[in-house]
C-alpha cells in the first residue's frame, strides 16, 4: 500500500472511531512540532470543525508557539492557548520543598508533559471529546514518550508511521515549511533534541524498524531502548486472578 492510501486509511479509522464512541470530537495538543502537525492534518481532514487544539506551552520557546498559531490557521482549526509556566513551576517548587531534595532532572521535565495531559482530558471531557496522541512507530517502538503523558492518549493515529513517513505525509497534506524544516526535539529542556536522546539517528531508527542493515552499534540500542521502554507499552502488571471459594 502506498503512503497516500494509507493515509485515507487513518481519515476513515478516526471517522468511525467517533461513530463508535458516539463521542463529539478530539483534542489535539498543537506543539509546533511535525508529528501534531501531521495528526492535525489528518484530523481536520477526517473529521473537519470536529477537532479542537490546545497550544500548552511549558517553559517553551516562543517559536513553539508561533509555528503552531500558523499552522491551527493555515487549517483552519479553533484553538485555545493554557500557559502552564507557571503552573508547573509552583508544582516543581511545591514538590522540591516537600521532598527537601532537588528532582530528577527528567522526572522534572516530565512533570511538564503530564501536565498537558490532565489540561487535554479536562478540556476533552467537557468537550465530549478524545485525546488524539502524536507517537510514531519509532517513539512507540523505543518508548521516547512518557509514561502517562504523551503516552496517555485515547486514539494513536499515526503509530504505524516511521518519522520518514511522518515527514512525507506532512508534505502530502501541506504543513507549514517551518514545521518541516524544525529539528525534531520534545522541547523538554534548552538543547534537547530526540535523536541527542535516543542515541541514534532517525534514518537509522527508520531502517531498523523497515529491516533495513544497520551497524550493530545501533542495533544494540534501539533493541535495547525497546526492551527497558516494555513497561510502558504493556498492560499494568497484576497478581494472578483471585479465585474465591
Known amino acids: ?14 471517522k468511525d472511531k467517533l461513530v463508535e464512541t458516539k ?3 478530539y483534542v489535539l495538543g498543537v506543539s509546533g512540532g511535525i508529528d501534531s502537525a501531521l495528526v492535525l ?13 490546545l497550544i500548552m506551552p511549558c517553559e517553551s520557546h516562543e517559536s513553539d508557539a508561533n509555528d503552531a498559531i500558523e499552522l491551527l490557521e493555515k ?3 479553533e484553538y485555545i492557548t493554557v500557559d502552564l509556566t507557571s503552573t508547573f513551576q509552583k508544582m516543581a517548587i511545591e514538590l522540591e520543598k516537600s521532598y527537601g531534595h532537588p528532582l530528577d532532572k527528567m522526572a522534572r521535565a516530565n512533570i511538564k508533559v503530564r501536565l498537558r495531559m490532565v ?10 471529546s478524545l485525546v488524539l496522541g502524536t507517537d510514531n512507530l519509532d517513539e512507540a517502538y523505543t518508548g521516547y514518550f512518557t509514561k502517562y503523558g504523551d503516552g496517555g492518549v485515547d486514539l494513536l493515529p499515526i503509530a504505524e508511521l516511521t518519522k520518514s513517513e511522518v515527514f512525507e505525509a506532512s508534505r502530502i497534506l501541506g504543513v507549514t515549511e ?7 526535539s520534545a522541547g523538554l529542556f534548552v538543547g534537547q533534541t530526540d535523536e541527542m536522546e535516543l542515541g541514534v539517528t532517525y534514518e537509522e531508527l527508520d531502517n531498523y524498524l523497515l529491516g533495513k542493515e544497520v551497524p550493530e552499534s545501533v542495533k544494540v540500542r534501539i533493541e535495547h531502548l ?3 521502554s516494555a513497561h510502558k507499552r504493556e498492560p499494568i502488571p497484576k497478581p494472578t486472578k483471585f479465585i474465591r471459594d
Open 41 to 53: 492534518a489528518l484530523a481536520k481532514r477526517a473529521v473537519g470543525e470536529k477537532i479542537f487544539g
Open 226 to 228: 525497546h526492551k527497558v
Open 75 to 77: 487549517f483552519n482549526v
Open 23 to 25: 463521542m463529539s470530537g
Open 119 to 128: 489540561t487535554l482530558y479536562a478540556i476533552g471531557q467537557t468537550r465530549n
Open 1 to 14: 500500500m502506498k503512503l497516500e492510501e494509507y493515509l485515507k486509511v487513518i481519515e476513515r479509522f478516526l
Open 178 to 184: 517551518a514545521i518541516l524544516n524544525r529539528k525534531p
